[in-house]
């Protein structure tokens, strides 16, 4: 294996320059799972989408689905969530059908502006599945309105109509919002400042660009020209973590990827992640997840997962 970033040999499939070319800059992609199926095959391989989320909607038949470190065999309908550059792969049985929407990470974003931030924060940044026969019966009294933003949202994009772009946003924003409602986690909504959500997008990807460095959190805060406690009161706001937690949950879940979907040792891992000694490695690993690398690699790595 060569000391590249994973990035570099997980694909990462534009939707829009591999599979759709009309729709090559497109903030927003939709096409039925059979479609998207027969194209790509049932058996999807380890691929990510940098900067778009896919949601895929599974009307019936069987899916199992391996996001990031997590994997779920779900029976239709159902409903999972891959955030924007995550690595996922599945396997769809041949009699199932749905819909599978793709959509740029700043239509989140927005949402986040206009006062979604504590109802989308986990969900959207680790993923989710949802199986309607599983949600309490008040929740289950939502699904059919997911079900018809879906059919809307495919009679939209099939149809050349007058505001077309309006309403395709219109009804994926309402989606989403469909969506956080079915979140174990009731909360209110808050309202996150523009200048705050800005910085903090800066943060993220300063992090997404040097986590392998380790750089201290005074580095961070000099880039981004303000004080360690305003950066401190930033994110709390945004995502409810310190600066240092994001930080360390980024390289822990780097960590987790490597272990999941390559057969590097921890030593390798720990080098290519720019610790100097393994054994401390080792126990920031288990300090942070409450396991050795070993038996999480052990649970998650499935043999019998193809990805070939």
């Not at 009804?171 to 174990?184: E, N």
Request: proline share 4%.
């Amino acid at each position: 294996m060569s000391d590249h970033s994973h990035t570099e040999w997980i694909p990462n499939i534009i939707l829009g320059q591999d599979y759709d070319r009309r729709y090559l800059d497109a903030p927003i992609h939709y096409d039925v799972l059979e479609n998207l199926a027969a194209f790509y095959g049932r058996d999807m391989p380890v691929h990510r989408h940098a900067q778009y989320l896919q949601i895929h909607y599974i009307d019936r038949g069987e899916i199992r689905f391996h996001i990031d470190d997590r994997i779920y065999h779900a029976r239709g309908p159902a409903l999972l969530l891959t955030p924007a550059s995550v690595p996922h792969s599945f396997l769809t049985e041949g009699a199932a059908c749905g819909h599978v929407l793709t959509i740029h990470q700043s239509i989140v974003w927005q949402l986040l502006k206009d006062g979604l931030q504590q109802e989308m924060d986990t969900e959207f940044n680790h993923g989710l599945c949802i199986v309607r026969d599983e949600l309490d019966p008040e929740q289950r009294l939502q699904w059919p309105l997911i079900t018809q933003t879906f059919r809307n949202l495919k009679v939209e994009w099939y149809r050349e109509r007058s505001a077309k772009r309006l309403t395709l946003h219109t009804l994926v924003r309402l989606l989403l919002i469909q969506i956080s409602r079915l979140s174990p986690k009731e909360a209110e909504s808050t309202t996150v400042n523009n200048d705050d959500l800005r910085v903090f997008h800066r943060f993220t990807d300063l992090v997404e660009e040097h986590f392998r460095d380790h750089m201290h959190l005074p580095d961070y805060t000099h880039r981004l020209g303000i004080s360690e406690s305003r950066l401190h009161q930033i994110c709390q706001r945004v995502s409810n973590r310190s600066p240092k937690k994001l930080i360390h949950d980024r390289i822990v879940q780097e960590t987790k990827r490597l272990l999941v979907f390559t057969d590097l040792s921890s030593s390798d891992i720990c080098y290519q992640l720019g610790f100097t000694d393994p054994a401390y490695f080792s126990r920031f690993f288990k300090r942070h997840t409450g396991m050795t690398a070993q038996r999480f690699r052990n649970e998650h790595k499935h043999d019998n997962w193809t990805t070939n």
